[in-house]
């Protein structure tokens, strides 16, 4: 105990913050805008920010994989490994000022990408699924996401994975019961089939079978891991939660409009939804906690004052969120253009928005020091 304390003592003399017992990474699928999320973790960690918990859905999954499957000194390397890999088909073309031109080479990559895959991710198959034999892997998805396995097995190691000190969550549903569940390296070992289960989103790509069992993306549920970090919270705790879709956004005003905002309201109302739901549940628990310390010494055994005792503690917990606000020139395929430029834009706004965080910490500071609870979005 001695020696994580003094772990805790000096991670919060180097972090520009003070720092609870647990400081836990929320990331968001989202595709090729989890970039963000690279830039996002090379700026927390620069910070002096160490991270005990990550939890991802889909692209928020792999990235959460390369962290916690890799040393601290080389997980930015890992990081850039693979988005370079990534990007690799579709390098940085010239760009113009006019948002209408660059929506249209932001279109053209897109469709370059849905024609012929991403290098280390997945590829299209040769024969479409309708023609294929029915419940074959080739019946039930246009791309074929093998290659992803061997680029994980590359960069990934499992044993520091499962063992090492970065605690991991992946989020994904099971086909046939549509329940959905989490792959947590506190109780099972995980590999590359988990990691690909949370972001096998159909029918774009295959479910993935573990244990007798298909798995597809997460997002198809909840598209943010909160509510799980926070279920299994036991210990104060600073949340920063990378969320890749805005839920406020301008009128739309073309159908590529239509279809970016249509896409940013599904995969970011339920990561608002839960936010509001779990914030306002630690009000009322915090309430809760307030009258039960008015009541009488006598009363302090009744079983149901005990009950309720139990069921209003928790831990504070401090949630700061890093929302990608897109670019007016990004329209509804965003989560699938992988071009080298698009791709160095997003991880560099994440690591501008922890910048731009840092900066206004001073309240998410006080707060963490008085032991309170809330939620900010200081990047707005």
């Known amino acids: 105990m001695a020696d994580a304390d003094t772990h805790i003592a000096k991670r919060r003399r180097n972090a520009p913050i003070p720092l609870p017992d647990q400081v836990a990474l929320v990331l968001q699928g989202g595709g090729a805008l989890g970039s963000y999320q690279a830039g996002v973790y ?25 962290i916690a499957g890799n040393p601290r000194e080389r997980r ?3 990081l850039r490994a693979f988005w370079d890999r990534a990007s690799v088909a579709l390098p940085s073309f010239p760009i113009w000022t006019n948002d209408q031109l660059r929506e249209w080479l932001h279109e053209w990559s897109a469709g370059y990408v849905a024609m012929a895959g991403v290098p280390g991710l997945f590829a299209p198959r040769w024969l479409p699924p309708m023609l294929a ?25 499992w044993d520091l994975l499962n063992d090492g000190p970065v605690r991991l969550a992946v989020g994904a549903v099971e086909v046939e019961s ?16 988990h990691i690909m289960a949370s972001g096998a989103l159909p029918p774009g790509l295959p479910p993935v079978e573990i244990d007798g069992k298909l798995w597809w993306d997460g997002g198809l549920v909840s598209n943010t891991p909160l509510s799980y970090v926070l279920d299994t919270q036991d210990a104060e705790m600073l949340v920063f939660q990378v969320d890749l879709f805005a839920a406020a956004s301008g009128r739309p005003k073309t159908i590529m409009d239509v279809m970016a905002r249509e896409k940013e309201i599904r995969f970011s109302s339920r990561t608002r939804q839960v936010s509001d739901q779990l914030l306002k549940l630690r009000r ?30 928790e831990y504070p917990v401090n949630v700061v969120q890093l929302i990608y606000r897109a670019n007016a020139w990004e329209g509804g395929a965003r989560d699938y253009e992988f071009s ?16 731009a965080t840092i900066d206004k910490s001073a309240l998410v500071a006080r707060n963490i020091l008085d032991g309170r609870t809330a939620a900010f979005d200081l990047g707005r």
Do not use: C
């Open 42 to 66: 090379e700026a927390l960690d620069g910070a002096g920010i160490e991270v005990d918990r990550i939890a991802g859905i889909s692209i928020g999954a792999v990235n959460a994989a390369l």
């Open 76 to 78: 930015v390397a890992a």
């Open 133 to 157: 034999a029915p419940g074959t892997p080739e019946a039930l998805s246009f791309y074929d996401s093998g290659a992803l396995s061997a680029t994980l097995d590359g960069l990934v190691n």
């Open 178 to 193: 549509g329940n959905f569940h989490y792959f947590d390296t506190a109780r099972e070992r995980l590999d590359a089939r």
């Open 284 to 313: 009322e628990r915090e309430t809760i906690r307030k009258v039960l310390a008015k009541l009488p010494d006598a009363m302090h055994d009744d079983p149901d004052v005990a009950a309720l005792t139990t069921l209003a503690q």
């Open 340 to 355: 080298a430029r698009t791709m160095a834009e997003h991880w560099a706004a994440g690591s501008e928005a922890v910048a």
